[in-house]
């Protein structure tokens, strides 16, 4: 089955700075990557998707970034606000009518005012 | 619209005891699916749903049981409850048309087994 890794578990930035939290799956058939946003007490939030046959996708001040040679995307949080402060979490799936969703660890992020 | 809704919002068993976890969604979508959340892991999927009538397993179905009569529910059966069933359970349902897709999770049920 498929295997998602997720790095770093933690991750400290500086208002106002970048962050970028990178993942890595398994299995070459899965195309679509989304990520979820979690806070605390509450359930995952999807803030971006992305497809296989798309490269970069971006949303105001997030991107996603799509290797599908290397299997590894990523999510690019720009000009960080405390409100990013969050728990994301990473996942893939094989086709669109396949619901098996795997999901990554888990990174703590958390924006120091 | 409330969205995806799940009740209880905790609940202790004792070892043994069965309950259900119910879920609800309001966005007359097709997908369904439970998911549990354990302390440094990911979302693991238990069950889902394609539509109403359809059920299939996930990665940890051992232990749980589920149905969907109607489009709108979509309850989770604890057949016999054990301590490593301990953990936060989310139900998540999902709207797909062409190459669109969006998933909302409900708040979570927190389950406690002694």
């Known amino acids: 089955g498929e295997n998602v890794e997720q790095h770093p578990s933690t991750l400290s930035v500086q208002e106002g700075d970048s962050a970028v939290i990178k993942c890595t799956y398994s299995?070459?058939?899965?195309?679509?990557f989304p990520w979820y946003k979690q806070e605390l007490g509450k359930g995952p939030q999807l803030i971006i998707d992305?497809?296989?046959?798309?490269g970069e996708k971006k949303d105001q001040r997030i991107a996603v970034t799509l290797n599908k040679t290397a299997k590894h995307f990523s999510l690019h949080i720009t000009e960080t606000q405390p409100e990013d402060s969050a728990v994301y979490f990473c996942?893939?799936?094989?086709?669109?009518?396949?619901?098996?969703?795997?999901f990554g660890t888990g990174t703590r992020l958390t924006i120091i005012p | 619209n409330a969205g995806v809704t799940q009740t209880p919002k905790f609940q202790v068993l004792k070892t043994g005891q069965s309950m259900t976890l119910q879920c609800a969604q309001d966005?007359?979508?097709?997908?369904m699916s439970w998911y549990r959340q354990d302390p440094g892991m990911g979302l693991r999927l238990i069950h889902y749903?394609?539509?109403?009538?359809?059920?299939d397993q996930g990665e940890v179905p051992n232990g749980y049981n589920v149905s969907r009569s109607t489009t709108e529910d979509f309850p989770l059966r604890l057949l016999s409850a054990a301590p490593s069933q301990t953990s936060v359970y989310f139900c998540?349902?999902?709207?797909?048309?062409?190459?669109?897709?969006?998933?909302?999770f409900g708040p979570g049920t927190r389950l406690l087994v002694l």
């Open positions: 998540a349902s999902s709207y797909r048309q062409y190459a669109q897709e969006t998933q909302y």
């Open positions: 299995d070459s058939a899965s195309n679509y």
């Open positions: 992305i497809r296989s046959n798309v």
């Open positions: 996942a893939a799936r094989m086709g669109f009518g396949n619901e098996k969703l795997t």
């Open positions: 966005m007359n979508h097709e997908y």
């Open positions: 749903s394609v539509g109403a009538g359809i059920t």
